[in-house]
C-alpha cells in the first residue's frame, strides 16, 4: 500500500507504570508484578494504534526507558554506571563495556511475541543498532572500537534474527548517534550489514539528531529497506537534499513534530506530504512522527497521530484519485 502509517517507537508510560518501574528498581516490587503492568500498558498501546487506524504497530517501549542501558543490562559484558548528568538536570545511567560482548538470551523476543499476538496488523520488532549502543556506552575494555562495534553487531544480528524467527515483518534497528559522527559512517555500515546479512523481514533504521548535510548521499549506503527521518521538526529542509541527490530507498517521513505540545493541523501534515510528494514516489514513503512519541503525553500522542492518519489518508485518495483520471 502507498503512504503506509506507523511510529517510531516509544509511546509515553502511563502513569502506574512509571509508578511499578520506580518501585522495581527501589526493590520494592518484584519482575513478575512489573511484567504484568508492561503487559497492560503494551495491551493500551496496541488498542490506542489500532483506533487510530494505524497500519504497522509497534509495542510501544514499555519495557525500557531508553535506547541503549536496557539492551547492556541484557547482554554480558556491560556493567551500568552510577548517576550520570547529561544535558541539564537529567541523570541516566550510562552502560561500561567491562568485557567482551556478548548477548546471551532473548532480549525483546517474548515482549514482541506477546505484542504481535494482540493483533492482525504487522508489530515492528525494536532494536538499538550497534553503533549506536557502542557511541553511548563507556568503553574499557576493548583497544579498537571497530572491535567493539562489531561484537554488537553480532549480539543485536541474534536478536533480530530471533525477532524475525517469532514472526516479526518488519524489523527497525535505531541508530540514532549515526549523524552525530559522519566520520564513522563507514564503521555504522559495515556493522548493520552484519545485522540485517540474513534478513528477510522488511528492514528500517531511525536515525535523527542529524547533521545530514554531512552524511547525506553516503546514508544511502546503510543495509536496510528503508531510512526513517524526522522532517516535520527541520521545516521539511531534507528535502532539498533529496532534490540534488534522489533519495533512493524507501524512506520513513517524519511528519508529526514529536517536541512540540501543539497538536499539528491537518493542512499541515498534507502540506507536508505533498511536498515530499514532489521528490518521492507514494511507493516509497511510509509516513509516521519524527521521532519516538515518549515525551508527549497519552491525549497528544493520540491527539496527533489521528490527524497524521486522516491527513495521510485523504492524500492517498488525492493520489488514488489522479491514478484513476
Ligand atoms: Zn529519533
Known amino acids: 500500500m502507498m503512504l503506509s502509517t506507523t511510529t517510531v517507537g516509544s509511546f509515553p508510560k502511563p502513569g502506574y507504570l512509571l ?16 511484567y504484568e503492568l508492561e503487559k497492560k500498558a503494551t495491551q493500551e498501546v496496541i488498542k490506542l494504534q489500532e483506533k487510530v487506524g494505524l497500519d504497522i504497530l509497534v509495542d510501544g517501549e514499555m519495557y525500557r526507558g531508553d535506547m541503549v542501558t536496557f539492551f547492556a543490562e541484557n547482554m554480558e559484558g556491560f556493567r551500568i554506571s552510577g548517576l550520570v548528568r547529561s544535558y541539564g538536570n537529567r541523570y541516566y545511567r550510562k552502560p561500561i563495556v567491562v568485557g567482551k560482548v556478548k548477548r546471551l538470551k532473548p532480549i525483546t ?53 530471533e525477532l524475525e524467527g517469532a514472526g516479526a515483518k518488519w524489523i527497525q534497528i535505531d541508530e540514532p548517534a549515526i549523524s552525530t559522527r559522519p566520520e564513522e559512517i563507514e564503521l555504522a555500515i559495515k556493522a548493520l550489514g552484519v545485522v540485517t546479512a540474513h534478513l528477510r523481514a522488511k ?5 535523527c539528531y542529524g547533521e545530514f548535510e554531512k552524511i547525506y548521499p553516503k546514508l544511502l549506503e546503510l543495509p536496510v529497506d528503508q ?10 529542509d531534507l528535502l532539498e ?7 533512493t530507498k524507501e524512506i520513513g517521513l517524519g511528519v508529526i513534530d514529536v517536541h512540540s505540545h501543539l497538536i499539528e493541523t491537518k493542512e499541515e501534515v498534507k502540506e507536508g506530504l505533498r511536498k515530499a510528494l514532489e521528490v518521492l514516489s507514494p511507493q516509497q514513503i511510509t509516513v509516521d512522527p519524527d ?21 495521510t489518508k485523504e492524500v492517498r485518495e488525492e493520489l488514488e484519485g489522479r491514478l484513476k483520471e
Open 19 to 34: 509508578k511499578a518501574r520506580a518501585q522495581y528498581s527501589r526493590g520494592e516490587l518484584n519482575k513478575n508484578d512489573l
Open 109 to 161: 523476543i517474548g515482549y514482541f511475541a506477546f505484542a504481535q499476538s494482540l493483533t492482525s496488523k504487522p508489530v515492528k520488532g525494536m532494536l538499538t543498532g550497534p553503533y549506536t549502543m557502542a557511541e553511548w556506552s563507556f568503553n574499557e575494555y576493548y583497544g579498537r572500537k571497530e572491535d567493539l562495534v562489531l561484537d554488537l553487531a553480532e549480539a543485536v544480528r541474534g536478536e533480530a534474527e
Open 203 to 207: 528492514t528500517v533504521t531511525h536515525i
Open 227 to 236: 531510512v526513517d527521518l524526522e522532517l516535520a521538526n527541520s521545516n521539511y
Open 241 to 247: 537534499l533529496f532534490r540534488r541527490h534522489p533519495f
Open 291 to 311: 521521532c519516538g512519541l515518549k515525551t508527549r503525553t497519552w491525549e497528544e500522542s493520540q491527539a496527533k497521530l489521528q490527524v497524521m492518519v486522516e491527513a
